[in-house]
T-cell receptor
Framework: DAKTTQPPSMDCAEGRAANLPCNHS???????VYWYRQIHSQGPQYIIH???NNETNEMASLIITEDRKSSTLILPHATLRDTAVYYC??????????FGAGTRLTVKP | DAGVTQSPTHLIKTRGQHVTLRCSPI?????VSWYQQVLGQGPQFIFQ???????GRGNFPDRFSARQFPNYSSELNVNALLLGDSALYLC???????????FGPGTRLTVT
């Protein structure tokens, strides 16, 4: 069973920030939070991960609450190509990657 | 550099048959994982191999097996196919024990 809860779908206007929430209230101290996305008909693509601190890379920012029970993936300037299913995953080991149903983000012109 | 490659792209099999799916990891990656993705759901973990040894197994029946070769490529085998085995089968590679996995485009298996 997935250890995360995400809204099934979200819309975002092109050029605006997309904020995708994830609840992981049962996360343990050594479990990382990962985000992947899957564009239609392609394999999932790694976006970002974090443990405690907020993280930023060229694709997105990850904000993790102080109690680590939830996080938000931020796409600062969403484009039409960001339309995809976004998966939030908590993982303690390489062989324990559990994808949930994810959030289907639709970026609209 | 080439990414993760999988073959074949599409496959149609009949119930009861056997299938072999193949995966070539990114050069230098020693770990390969296999996932099954049924339409409308997220990927489900099947196996992970590192340095030719099985390091993890998901909740799949013994009809599913895999192996990793000395060049780190991998095969996923499924015996006695059922209609419910119809899915996209994804392969992912990583350096080994690394956080970031790189997924291939998948093999679409249809069982009739």
């Amino acid at each position: 069973d997935a250890k995360t809860t995400q809204p099934p779908s979200m819309d975002c206007a092109e050029g605006r920030a997309a904020n995708l929430p994830c609840n992981h209230s049962t996360i343990s101290g050594n479990e990382y939070v990962y985000w992947y996305r899957q564009i239609h008909s392609q394999g999932p693509q790694y976006i970002i991960h974090g443990l405690k601190n907020n993280e930023t890379n060229e694709m997105a920012s990850l904000i993790i609450t102080e109690d680590r029970k939830s996080s938000t993936l931020i796409l600062p300037h969403a484009t039409l190509r960001d339309t995809a299913v976004y998966y939030c995953i908590v993982r303690v080991a390489l062989n324990d990657m559990r994808f949930g149903a994810g959030t289907r983000l639709t970026v609209k012109p | 550099d080439a990414g993760v490659t999988q073959s074949p792209t599409h496959l149609i099999k009949t119930r009861g048959q056997h299938v072999t799916l193949r995966c070539s990891p990114i050069s230098g990656h020693k770990s390969v994982s296999w996932y099954q993705q049924v339409l409308g759901q997220g990927p489900q973990f099947i196996f992970q191999y590192y340095e030719k040894e099985e390091r993890g197994r998901g909740n799949f029946p013994d009809r599913f097996s895999a192996r990793q070769f000395p060049n780190y490529s991998s095969e996923l085998n499924v015996n006695a196919l059922l209609l419910g085995d119809s899915a996209l089968y994804l392969c992912a590679s990583s350096l080994g024990g690394q956080i970031e996995q790189y997924f291939g485009p998948g093999t679409r298996l249809t069982v009739t």
